[in-house]
């Protein structure tokens, strides 16, 4: 998507051959109608999908999903990272290890907020290594419901997160695909025309 690659080669910021910073729109300070810009393709590619609710993981994907579920005319759920195990049947929970922080997490979902006939778009600000959206999957999947799509702003398809997604059979469409990272460069994949 053009649109979100000119913006990244304008105010990104490659901070080593692994890490993009996005702070001054999608990350720290958020750029609204650039947000809803994204969320209304994300809407249009995923229209077909029969989609009942937008998730997403906290915190950098919730301007993007709000967005787009705003678009979907669908709500949106927030999974939440707790640092340690709720013992509570009422919850769905699974082990995630943070790609920026690498320490680990319990991604963890409200049973209230999901049923057997949701059929889920999950946003997401970045894929990496995939492990967030993987998380994700298992506990939409434990509750029954179906993972019908996966929308992502920023993919890194020099890690293994798209080829993880696209082998457990998940609809992967990423915004912007980057090649390759270093201190002061940005590549992005060349799309087929
Ligand atoms: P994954 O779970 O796919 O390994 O990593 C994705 C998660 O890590 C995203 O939710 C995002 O928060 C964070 N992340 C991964 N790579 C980057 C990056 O280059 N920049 C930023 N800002 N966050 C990243």
Redesign the pocket.
């Known amino acids: 998507m053009k649109l979100l690659e000119d913006r990244i080669r304008k105010d990104g910021q490659a901070e080593s051959s692994?890490?993009?910073?996005?702070g001054s729109f999608i990350?720290h300070q958020v750029d609204s109608q650039f947000m809803d810009q994204l969320g209304r393709d994300f809407a249009r590619h995923f229209k077909e999908e029969g989609i009942t609710k937008v998730f997403t993981?906290e915190s950098?994907?919730i301007a993007p999903a709000m967005m787009t579920a705003a678009h979907l005319k669908v709500p949106m759920v927030i999974l939440k990272k707790q640092t340690s195990k709720i013992l509570d049947g009422e919850v769905y929970q699974t082990r995630?290890m943070?790609?920026?922080k690498g320490t680990s997490y319990e991604l963890t979902l409200f049973a209230d907020y999901i049923n057997k006939e949701d059929r889920i778009l999950l946003i997401?600000?970045?894929?990496?290594?995939?492990?967030?959206?993987m998380g994700a999957s298992r506990l939409i999947e434990e509750a029954g419901a179906t993972l019908a799509g996966i929308g992502i702003l920023i993919e890194?398809s020099f890690?293994k997160?798209r080829k993880r997604l696209e082998e457990a059979g998940y609809k992967v469409y990423s915004q912007a695909r980057v090649a390759r990272l270093d201190k002061g460069l940005i590549e992005f994949v060349e799309e087929e025309s």
Do not use: C, H, M, R
């Open positions: 692994t890490v993009l910073k996005v990350n993981i950098s994907g995630v943070s790609f920026t997401d600000d970045f894929l990496a290594n995939g492990e967030a959206a890194k890690q997160g």
